[in-house]
């Protein structure tokens, strides 16, 4: 009968001992899985800090080295990120820069309208010249017997580029956009000067 006992002792044995590095894998494998988890949740965290500290007030007490260093370091722990953090900070970026800059469309619009017209005539004046730029830029290409559609730069924004505009702006955010392209239209009209469309690269 003790013979019996003991032989299925042994016999057991190797499924004890296969059960047991079983859970040892997965205990191994849970801890690195959690302080990975962990370091990227860290990462972020300090990504926006910094970012923080590059933003309103608190970026005019840094000097341009100080400044140069943190975006430095911005680039360094980015490149430790993995896809799903990459994502999750592109995604905040994003959400932040959409935020920004409704607050600039909503200053802009609560102007008084002398104030206004003083703001629409730098951004004029600013696109103006810049279509000029790329006039002489596309009468250079031509006069060297180059393609100048293969070469502008920009570009009118296809299908997907605007199914990506509706995903990540709200219906606010297009109205106060909206809002602003026919008010500064109106003062390109005023100034005899064409239509100005947003999404074309002329």
């Keep these: 009968m003790e013979t019996l006992k003991t032989n299925s002792i042994f016999k057991s044995r190797p499924w004890y001992i296969t059960g047991f590095l079983i ?7 849970f801890c690195y ?4 988890s962990y370091l990227q949740r860290s990462t972020l965290h300090e990504i926006a800090n910094i970012q923080e500290s590059l933003q309103g007030e608190k ?3 840094l000097s341009m080295d100080e400044k140069k260093s943190a975006q430095e370091r911005i680039r360094y722990l980015e490149k430790g990120l ?17 935020k920004k800059l409704e607050l600039e469309f909503d200053r802009i619009l609560h102007l008084s309208q002398k104030d206004k017209e003083i703001e629409f005539d730098k951004m004029i004046d600013q696109e103006e010249k ?7 830029q596309q009468a250079l ?18 299908n997907q580029d605007l199914s990506n505009l509706l995903d990540v702006t709200t219906p606010e955010l297009r109205a106060k956009f909206h809002q602003l392209v026919k008010e500064i ?15 074309s690269a002329e």
């Design 185 to 199: 239209n109106q003062r390109r009209q005023g100034r005899n000067l064409p239509p100005w469309n947003p999404f």
């Design 59 to 61: 970026s005019k007490a």
């Design 82 to 98: 993995n896809k799903e953090s990459k994502k999750e900070l592109a995604d905040r970026n994003t959400k932040a820069g959409l």
């Design 141 to 158: 290409l031509r006069k060297q017997g180059k393609d100048v559609h293969a070469n502008k730069q920009g570009g009118p924004l296809n």
């Design 33 to 36: 899985f959690s302080a990975s």
């Design 130 to 136: 810049s279509r000029q730029s790329r006039a002489n």
């Design 23 to 29: 859970l040892v894998l997965l205990l191994i494998y």
